[in-house]
T-cell receptor, first 114, second 117 residues
Framework: SQQGEEDPQALSIQEGENATMNCSYK?????LQWYRQNSGRGLVHLIL?????REKHSGRLRVTLDTSKKSSSLLITASRAADTASYFC??????????????FGKGTTLSVSS | DAGITQSPRHKVTETGTPVTLRCHQT?????MYWYRQDPGHGLRLIHY???????DKGEVSDGYSVSRSKTEDFLLTLESATSSQTSVYFC????????????????FGEGSWLTVV
């Protein structure tokens, strides 16, 4: 199965700054998703970008996808302390039942201090 | 919040004992998943189900079995628990498969913390 790899593993910024996280994956995909996980909680879906899209926005989130480089980035603008969480990219698995499941990367831990 | 309930939420068990984790959903979603989350490994897929009685293995399925006799319930069994299975287990659900054109938003439960001593 393929797996996205996030970079950096950890990121510490001040409130008001922008946070950028990157994800690289291995094989062709038709969509890529980003999820967020607060400490001790389950993951929550943030945004999905299809392979024919290059950029997508949702509130303070901006996601880009470069299929030629097999990479994606998540930008959080004007970060707040409440954005402190781990962020994961996820791609459809390959090699099993019609790519049924999502495979997650190891995540980027974002810490936003006030 | 998606209607997903995991039970138990916390459990301590001894090595060699069988353990069953239950996931119950009220969304009538076709697909259900079990993931484990460990430091340094992120989330890894254990097993998933694409319908009642239809299941398949994920990347870390050794030592685990699953069953889905009803749409709403997906059980994960550790046949003989080992210390390496100490982890946080997440159940998740989705309406569609990952490779559909619209993708599949996955909804996660709150997790089950399992400690094997």
């Amino acid at each position: 199965s393929q797996q996205g790899e996030e970079d950096p593993q950890a990121l510490s910024i001040q409130e008001g700054e922008n946070a950028t996280m990157n994800c690289s994956y291995k094989t062709s995909i038709n969509n890529l998703q980003w999820y967020r996980q607060n400490s001790g909680r389950g993951l929550v879906h943030l945004i999905l970008i299809r392979s024919n899209e290059r950029e997508k926005h949702s509130g303070r989130l901006r996601v880009t996808l470069d299929t030629s480089k097999k990479s994606s980035s998540l930008l959080i603008t004007a970060s707040r302390a409440a954005d402190t969480a781990s962020y994961f990219c996820a791609t459809p698995s390959s090699g099993n039942q019609a790519g049924t499941a999502l495979i997650f990367g190891k995540g980027t831990t974002l810490s936003v201090s006030s | 919040d998606a209607g997903i309930t995991q039970s138990p939420r916390h459990k301590v068990t001894e090595t060699g004992t069988p353990v069953t984790l239950r996931c119950h959903q009220t969304e009538n979603h076709r697909y259900m998943y079990w993931y484990r989350q460990d430091p340094g490994h992120g989330l890894r897929l254990i097993h998933y189900s694409y319908g009642v009685k239809d299941t398949d293995k994920g990347e870390v399925s050794d030592g685990y079995s699953v069953s889905r006799s009803k749409t709403e319930d997906f059980l994960l069994t550790l046949e003989s628990a080992t210390s390496s299975q100490t982890s946080v287990y997440f159940c998740a659900i989705s309406e569609s498969a990952a490779t559909t054109s619209s993708g599949n938003t996955i909804y996660f439960g709150e997790g089950s913390w399992l400690t094997v001593v």
